[in-house]
C-alpha cells in the first residue's frame, strides 16, 4: 500500500469551490489547493494570493533591461569604438533611445513569464494531485479541493469528514496507482 | 464531456481531411519557391533583385514594412482583447496572435537577406569581436535588429503565455485516449500545469502584464521601420509624419487578414459557435474602422502636402499622386480606406463570400500603400538624374509568394496541432452566462 499524499474532493460549479476554499480556511487547513478550468477569482482572493509579486518583477527587469541597454550603448559608443559621423558627438543619446526601449519591454514581457512560473513552482514534471481519479477533468469541467498529507492538522477521517460536509460530487483519498 | 472543450480539442486531434491536405501541399510547394529565392537571393547576391540605385530598398523593403504592418494589428487586435476584461468574447485573440507571429517569420527573412551578406547579420549584435568593431547604435540596421527580436519574442511569449493552460487541456485530452506520446508532447509544453486557482491569478497577472507592453512595442516596431525611412534626405520620405502615416495605414492589413482568417476558419473547423455573428460583427467594424483612420491618413497627407512650401518635397508628392505613381496611390486608398467602409453594411459582415475578399483585399491595399511610399517615393530626388525606374525580378516576386505560403503554413499548423481558439476564456465565459441567466 502506498502513501495517502492527502484528500480530494470535486465539485462542479465554480461557486462551490469558492465556498469549500472559503469554508476550508475558517476550518484552519493551510496545505490546500483548489483546481480550476479557469481563472476563478474569488476563490484565489479568499486562498490570499497577491498577483502583484508578477508586476514588480516585471516592471524591475524592465528597468535593469533598459539601465543595461542604454550603458551598453553608452560605452560602446563612447569608449569602445568612437566613430565620428559628421562632427556628431560619440554620446548621441537620441540614437539609443530605439533599441533602449525594445530591450525594456523584451526583459519585462520574459520576466513577466518567468516570474509567473517560478512563483507558480512550475515547470514541474510531477504533482500528487495528478494521482487523484479524474483529475484530468479539472482541465475541462470540474473544479477540485485539494488537501494534502503534509497540512499539520491532517488525518485521513478528518479531511474527508470535513470535504464531504461540503457537499462535493465525491471525496477520494489521493495515493499512488 | 464539457461541450465547450470537446469541438475545439477534436478540431486540433481528429485527423486531417483532404481539404486540410491539399492545403498543406499547396503551401509545401510555395516554401519550395520560397527555398528557391532565398537560395537565389544567397549565392547571387543582392544583384538578382531589381534593385539598384536610386531603388535600393524596393520589393525588399515594401514586404517587410508590409509583413510588420499585418503582424502589428494582428498583435494589437489580439491584445486588446486580452486587456478588456468583460462583454465580448475574446476567444479570437488566439488565432490573431498566431498570425502575428506567423507575419513576424515571414517578415524576419527580408532585412537579412537584404544585407547582402546574410550570415553576417550578427554583427548588428554587440559582442566582443576579434575584430574589435562594435555596432553603430544610430544606424537604422541596428535598431531593426533589436526591433525585429524584440517583436519575435514578444509575441511568441504572449501567444505562449495564453496557451499553457490549454496545452494542459490537450494533455489531458490526448491521455484520456490512450494517445501517450502525444500526452507526453502536450504535458512538456504545458510545463506541468494543474489548473491551480493560485497559479491562475498569476497567470492572468502576466497575461494581462505582456498584452499592455504589447502596445508600445508594436507603436514601435512600425516607428522604427519609418524612421529607417524618415532619418533619410528623400525628400517624400524626410517627413516628420511619415511613421504615423505608417502605422496608421497599417492597421487595415492585419485587421483584415484577422477578419478573413475568422471567416475561414469557422468554416473549415466547424467552429462557428465560438467564432460567432457578434464576433465576426466587431471585427468587420474593426475593419471598417482602421479603414476610415487610413483614409484620415491620406487626407492629412494631402493637406499637409498642400501647405508644403519646399517645391521638391511638393513635387514628389504630386509624382505619387497625380504622377506615375498615381496608379498604386489610388489603388491603395481604394483598397485600404475606401473599400473596407462595405463593412458597415450587416448583410455583408456575416458572409464569408463578401468579408474574406475584402479582407485580403485591403491587405493587398496597403502593400500598394508600400509600394507608393518606397517605390513611387523616389520618383523625385534632389539630383536630377535620370532615374531608371524599378522593375521587380522574378526572385523578388518568389520571395513575396514564397513568405506568403510560409505564412499560411504556419497558420495551418496551428490550427491543426494547438487549440485554435482559447479554450479557457470560453469555458470562463460561458460559465459567467450560465449564472446570469440563473440568476434572472
Not at chain 1, 12 to 20: F, H, K, R, V
Not at chain 1, 54 to 64: F, K, S
Not at chain 2, 71 to 85: C, E, H, P, T, Y
Request: hydrophobic letters at 55%.
Amino acid at each position: 500500500m502506498s502513501e495517502a499524499h492527502g484528500m480530494i474532493a470535486e465539485f462542479d460549479e465554480p461557486e462551490a469551490l469558492t465556498e469549500a476554499v472559503r469554508a476550508a480556511r475558517r476550518a484552519g487547513w493551510e496545505r490546500i489547493e483548489a483546481l480550476s478550468p479557469f481563472p476563478v477569482p474569488e476563490a484565489a482572493e479568499a486562498l490570499g494570493v497577491s498577483a502583484a509579486p508578477v508586476g514588480y518583477i516585471a516592471i524591475g527587469a524592465g528597468l535593469v533591461g533598459a539601465a543595461l541597454a542604454a550603458g551598453a550603448a553608452y560605452y560602446i559608443s563612447v569608449h569602445l569604438y568612437p566613430v565620428n559621423v559628421g562632427g556628431r558627438p560619440p554620446n548621441a543619446w537620441p540614437v539609443f533611445l530605439p533599441n533602449t526601449y525594445l530591450v525594456a519591454i523584451l526583459w519585462a514581457c520574459a520576466a513577466a513569464l518567468v516570474g509567473m512560473l517560478v512563483l507558480n513552482g512550475l515547470p514541474r514534471l510531477n504533482h500528487p494531485v495528478f494521482f487523484a481519479r479524474g483529475i484530468q477533468r479539472a482541465t475541462e469541467d470540474r473544479f477540485f479541493l485539494f488537501i494534502s498529507s503534509e497540512d499539520p492538522l491532517y488525518a485521513p477521517d478528518a479531511a474527508r469528514g470535513f470535504l464531504r460536509g461540503l457537499g462535493p460530487l465525491r471525496v477520494t483519498e489521493v495515493r499512488e496507482r | 464531456m464539457s461541450d465547450v472543450t470537446a469541438p475545439v480539442a477534436e478540431a486540433a486531434l481528429r485527423p486531417g481531411r483532404w481539404g486540410f491536405r491539399l492545403s498543406l501541399l499547396l503551401c509545401m510547394a510555395g516554401l519550395l519557391v520560397l527555398a528557391v529565392s532565398v537560395a537565389a537571393a544567397l549565392v547571387g547576391g543582392v544583384g538578382v533583385w531589381g534593385n539598384n540605385i536610386p531603388h535600393v530598398w524596393g520589393f525588399d523593403l515594401i514586404a517587410y514594412a508590409w509583413w510588420i504592418g499585418i503582424a502589428n494589428a494582428a498583435s494589437l487586435f489580439a491584445a486588446i482583447l486580452v486587456l478588456r476584461k468583460h462583454g465580448l468574447r475574446t476567444s479570437v485573440n488566439r488565432f490573431a496572435e498566431a498570425a502575428a507571429l506567423a507575419a513576424i517569420l515571414a517578415a524576419a527573412f527580408y532585412p537579412i537577406l537584404h544585407l547582402g551578406r546574410a550570415k553576417l547579420f550578427l554583427w548588428t549584435f554587440p559582442y566582443p569581436a576579434y575584430t574589435g568593431v562594435w555596432p553603430q547604435f544610430g544606424s537604422p540596421l541596428v535598431w531593426d535588429f533589436w526591433g525585429i527580436m524584440s517583436h519575435v519574442i514578444v509575441t511568441t511569449l504572449f501567444w505562449y503565455i495564453g496557451l499553457i493552460p490549454d496545452l494542459a487541456t490537450m494533455r489531458d485530452r490526448a491521455a484520456g485516449r490512450g494517445r501517450m506520446g502525444l500526452a507526453h508532447a502536450y504535458g512538456l509544453l504545458a510545463l506541468g500545469w494543474r489548473g491551480s486557482v493560485t497559479h491562475w491569478h498569476r497567470h492572468q497577472a502576466a497575461y494581462r502584464l505582456v498584452a499592455a507592453m504589447v502596445l508600445p512595442l508594436l507603436l514601435w516596431a512600425q516607428t522604427v521601420v519609418a524612421l529607417e525611412f524618415a532619418t533619410t534626405l528623400v525628400p517624400a520620405w524626410h517627413q516628420a509624419r511619415l511613421p504615423l502615416h505608417v502605422v496608421v495605414t497599417g492597421l487595415p492589413s492585419g485587421l483584415g487578414v484577422v477578419l478573413a482568417l475568422a471567416a475561414v476558419l469557422r468554416l473549415a473547423l466547424s467552429l462557428e459557435r465560438f467564432v460567432d455573428d457578434e464576433d465576426m460583427d466587431l471585427l468587420g467594424r474593426l475593419v471598417a474602422c482602421a479603414g476610415l483612420a487610413a483614409g484620415l491618413a491620406y487626407g492629412h497627407e494631402l493637406l499637409v502636402g498642400f501647405l508644403e512650401e519646399d517645391p521638391l518635397t511638393r513635387a514628389a508628392l504630386m509624382a505619387r499622386v497625380t504622377g506615375e505613381g498615381a496608379p498604386a496611390y489610388w489603388g491603395a486608398v481604394a483598397l485600404c480606406a475606401a473599400l473596407p467602409q462595405l463593412l458597415w453594411i450587416d448583410a455583408l459582415r456575416h458572409r464569408a463570400v463578401a468579408v474574406v475578399p475584402i479582407g485580403l483585399l485591403a491587405a493587398a491595399g496597403v502593400w500598394l500603400d508600400r509600394w507608393s511610399i518606397v517605390v513611387d517615393g523616389l520618383l523625385r530626388d534632389h539630383l536630377p538624374a535620370r532615374n531608371v525606374g524599378y522593375t521587380p525580378s522574378p526572385a523578388e516576386w518568389g520571395l513575396l509568394g514564397g513568405t506568403i505560403a510560409l505564412f499560411a503554413l504556419v497558420l495551418l499548423l496551428f490550427g491543426r496541432l494547438v487549440p485554435a481558439i482559447s479554450m479557457f476564456e470560453t469555458r470562463h465565459e460561458e460559465s459567467e452566462a450560465e449564472a446570469e441567466e440563473e440568476e434572472r
